[in-house]
T-cell receptor, first 119, second 114 residues
Framework: GAVVSQHPSRVICKSGTSVKIECRSLDFQATTMFWYRQFPKKSLMLMATSNEGSKATYEQGVEKDKFLINHASLTLSTLTVTSAHPEDSSFYIC???????????????FGPGTRLTVL | GDSVTQMEGPVTLSEEAFLTINCTYTATGYPSLFWYVQYPGEGLQLLLKATKADDKGSNKGFEATYRKETTSFHLEKGSVQVSDSAVYFCALSDPGGSARQLTFGSGTQLTVLP
C-alpha cells in the first residue's frame, strides 16, 4: 500500500517554543491530508483537514492560530504547534488520501505518528 | 453527531483462540464502516471495510458484517496468532456529513500470547 511518513517521530521541547511536524506521502499525490490528535487510551480526534493550495479546515474547538497547517505541495503537509504548552503534549497522526484512487470512500493512508512532549 | 463505541481493552488471548471485538455506531446517514489496525511503532492500516448493510468485510482471516438493525460492525477472527497483537480501531465515514472524514472508536489493545 501507499506510504505516509512523519517527521520527527518523537520531539521534546520547552514550554513556549514552536514545533513543526511534517507529513509526507512518499509514493502518491495527496490533495487532502488530515491531522489527528490521540490522547492515551482515547480515540483519534480529527483536528483539521488540509487541502493542497488552500487554507485548512479546522474542527470545532481546535485553535487555528495554535495549530498552523500548511499544505504547500501534493506530497507535504506541515503542522506547527505554536507556543507549545504541556497540555499540547500528545500523539499527532496524519493521514493522506490518494486523489488518483477516486471516489468518496477512497482509503486514507496513515503516518506512524509523532509523540510531542512539552516540558 | 456521529460516534463509534468499541469494546474497551486490553484483550489478552492465547494463540488460536477466537476473537471478537465489539463495535457499535451512531450516524445520521448510511455510513461506511471500517476496521483499522495499528501495529507497534507503525501507522494505522486499513484492515477491512463495508460500505452498505449486510456487507461482510474480510481480510487476513478477520471478518466483520455491517448490521444496520443493530448498528454494529463487530470484528471476529477464528484463530488468532501472536502476530495479530496490535491496537484495533473501528471507524465510520458518514456520507451525510463529509465522506472524507473518519470518526474513530477509542481503540482496543489486543495481546496474543504464545
Amino acid at each position: 500500500g501507499a506510504v505516509v511518513s512523519q517527521h520527527p517521530s518523537r520531539v521534546i521541547c520547552k514550554s513556549g517554543t514552536s514545533v513543526k511536524i511534517e507529513c509526507r506521502s512518499l509514493d502518491f499525490q495527496a490533495t487532502t491530508m488530515f491531522w489527528y490528535r490521540q490522547f492515551p487510551k482515547k480515540s483519534l480526534m480529527l483536528m483539521a483537514t488540509s487541502n493542497e493550495g488552500s487554507k485548512a479546515t479546522y474542527e470545532q474547538g481546535v485553535e487555528k492560530d495554535k495549530f498552523l497547517i500548511n499544505h504547500a505541495s501534493l506530497t507535504l503537509s506541515t503542522l506547527t504547534v505554536t507556543s507549545a504548552h504541556p497540555e499540547d503534549s500528545s500523539f499527532y497522526i496524519c493521514s493522506a488520501r490518494d486523489w488518483l484512487a477516486g471516489g468518496p470512500y477512497n482509503e486514507q493512508f496513515f503516518g506512524p505518528g509523532t509523540r510531542l512532549t512539552v516540558l | 453527531g456521529d460516534s463509534v463505541t468499541q469494546m474497551e481493552g486490553p484483550v489478552t488471548l492465547s494463540e488460536e483462540a477466537f476473537l471478537t471485538i465489539n463495535c457499535t455506531y451512531t450516524a445520521t446517514g448510511y455510513p461506511s464502516l471500517f476496521w483499522y489496525v495499528q501495529y507497534p511503532g507503525e501507522g494505522l492500516q486499513l484492515l477491512l471495510k463495508a460500505t452498505k448493510a449486510d456487507d461482510k468485510g474480510s481480510n487476513k482471516g478477520f471478518e466483520a458484517t455491517y448490521r444496520k438493525e443493530t448498528t454494529s460492525f463487530h470484528l471476529e477472527k477464528g484463530s488468532v496468532q501472536v502476530s495479530d497483537s496490535a491496537v484495533y480501531f473501528c471507524a465510520l465515514s458518514d456520507p451525510g456529513g463529509s465522506a472524507r472524514q473518519l470518526t474513530f472508536g477509542s481503540g482496543t489493545q489486543l495481546t496474543v500470547l504464545p
